[in-house]
């Protein structure tokens, strides 16, 4: 069975920490993705990453950097956590050609 | 042209009736089209995807509408019950290129009983 694991479901954290979510994936996959969830906005594109060492930018990246250092893991760092980056986020995984397997998700407060 | 737009943004149905979302795109390169459901505290899990050479898939009581003409897409669920009740997202991408879903902003099913 197919597999996404995220570090932690819950984060606080103060203003200016800086942060990690880890993400795990089991099946092999070589293109990986942050994304974070708003209500009302959606899923927005934070990183993705389609190989080990190799990221491309998303829709929103800034404030973000992400790390690829083994195939299984993809990780987002928040350099300087701000409170506008109080969100859902959600790490998925691609089976190819199309299906994305998301994990179950980091809800961070940054206060 | 990246967006994929979605409606309505909240729906409430009860409990028998069908729902249907929408969600219209403009990018004609994209050629996967995915449907996702999310539970509270869950992470978005697929239920149902079409590619543009079918104009209809159903799996049980989920159907996708898809017209490549008016790059419109829509998910009708028969039957609804209480259990449906979710977020639900649509989205899109170039399926060979590998590349992210482009996600509609997402539409809150609840259904009454």
């Known amino acids: 069975d197919v597999k996404v694991t995220q570090s932690s479901r819950y984060l606080v954290k103060r203003t200016g920490e800086k942060v990690f979510l880890e993400c795990v994936q089991d099946m092999d996959h070589e293109n990986m993705f942050w994304y974070r969830q708003d209500p009302g906005l959606g899923l927005r594109l934070i990183y993705f990453?389609?190989?080990?060492?190799?990221?491309e930018k998303g829709d929103i990246p800034e404030g973000y950097s992400v790390s690829r250092e083994k195939k299984e893991r993809f990780s987002l760092i928040l350099e300087s956590a701000s409170t506008n980056q109080t969100s859902m986020y959600l790490c998925?995984?691609?089976?190819?050609?199309?299906?994305?397997?998301f994990g179950p998700g980091t809800r961070l407060t940054v206060t | 042209q990246q967006q994929v737009k979605q409606s309505p943004q909240s729906l409430i149905v009860q409990k028998g009736g069908i729902s249907i979302i929408n969600c219209a795109y403009e990018n004609t390169a994209f050629d996967y089209f995915p449907w996702y459901q999310q539970f509270p505290g869950k992470g978005p899990a697929l239920l149902i995807a079409i590619r543009p050479d079918v104009s209809e898939k159903k799996e049980g009581r989920f159907t996708i509408s898809f017209n490549k003409s008016a790059k419109q897409f829509s998910l009708h669920i028969m039957d609804s019950q209480p259990g449906d009740s979710a977020t639900y997202f649509c989205a899109a991408s170039i399926e060979q290129a590998g590349t992210a879903l482009i996600f509609g902003k997402g539409t809150t099913l609840s259904v009454s009983s």
């Open positions: 990453s389609y190989d080990v060492k190799m990221k």
């Open positions: 998925a995984s691609l089976s190819p050609p199309g299906e994305q397997y």
